[in-house]
């Protein structure tokens, strides 16, 4: 049986004289660095031993190890992101490169393109939970957070929207010659909220299934507790994650003692879900 991935995208509040942009979230991966140790007892050095250094070039006696290599990789990643340099993002990645979403290369890139500049003040924070690597391929789960703002201010709230982004994913990273490049992106939990005005203030959850089967029918659930005098109105809308993306029809109702709630149904197109 087929089923959907769920993306839980964007958390969007509208109050009175209030609206809401499309927002696009830029991931960056940083990382601590990893220090190798070397020791030696040179006391304890015979010629047996002597003999066998140096048949091994000064390169490899001093060669970062499989975990080091994958952290320095990590921590480049995020340099260039930092810095917007799409060519330098590119060559950390496989030409034949695709994400659970079936995205290939040209397609990231061409919407990271156009996300560019959409955010700034951008803060990451990133935790490798493990690493198993096999030879010259490697599985990476990751746990990252981001916090910042929009560039662009809504004139009527003459305010910036505050974005903060969980992401829960597995990178796949395949040796090619010297240099490590991910080959494969999934994610496996995502939660992306933009907020402007008073629903800076707002405590927002927002349940459902992180999986459905296509074409079947789940529910969303949004609870909030807004700060006294404010009448949210809210909606809650279901899109297909393709490129170029096509955007829903917002229905605000009234959001009634802080919860909302929408029966929506699963695509039968196979596309994971917005």
């Known amino acids: 049986m087929l089923k959907n991935n769920l993306t839980v995208l964007v958390i969007s509040l509208l109050f009175i004289g209030m609206s809401a942009d499309k927002g696009y979230s830029i991931s960056a991966i940083p990382q601590k660095d990893t220090n190798v140790n070397i020791s030696s007892d040179i006391n304890n050095i015979n ?12 390169r490899d006696k001093f060669r970062k190890s499989p975990e080091a290599q994958i952290n320095s990789f990590f921590k480049k990643y995020n340099k260039y992101s930092e810095k917007n340099d799409i ?20 397609t990231i890139f061409t919407m990271t393109q156009q996300a560019s500049g959409a955010y700034k003040n951008i803060k990451y924070s990133t935790v490798i939970e493990n690493m198993k690597i096999n030879g010259n391929y490697a599985v990476v ?23 903060k ?56 659930v949004m609870n909030l507790k807004t700060p006294d005098g404010v009448f949210p109105v809210g909606s809650i809308t279901n899109e297909s994650i393709v490129f170029p993306q ?22 039968k197109d196979g596309n994971n879900e917005y």
């Open 87 to 106: 060519e330098k993002l590119k060559e950390l990645y496989t030409d034949d490169f695709v994400n659970n979403d079936g995205f290939d290369k040209e």
């Open 141 to 163: 789960r990751i746990k990252e957070t981001a916090v910042g703002e929009t560039a662009k201010v809504i004139d009527k709230l003459k305010d910036s929207g505050s974005v």
């Open 246 to 267: 096509v955007q829903s029809k917002d229905i605000f109702r009234p959001v009634k003692n802080d919860s909302l709630a929408r029966v929506l149904k699963a695509n």
């Open 47 to 58: 010629a047996e031993e002597t003999e066998i250094i140096n048949r091994i070039s000064f």
């Open 165 to 220: 982004s969980d992401i829960y994913y597995i990178d796949y990273l395949k040796k090619e010659g010297n240099d490590w490049k991910i080959s494969n992106s999934t994610v496996l939990e995502e939660q992306i909220e933009l907020k402007y005005g008073e629903a800076k203030n707002t405590v927002i959850e927002l349940n459902g299934p992180d999986c459905v089967s296509e074409g079947s029918e789940y529910e969303i």
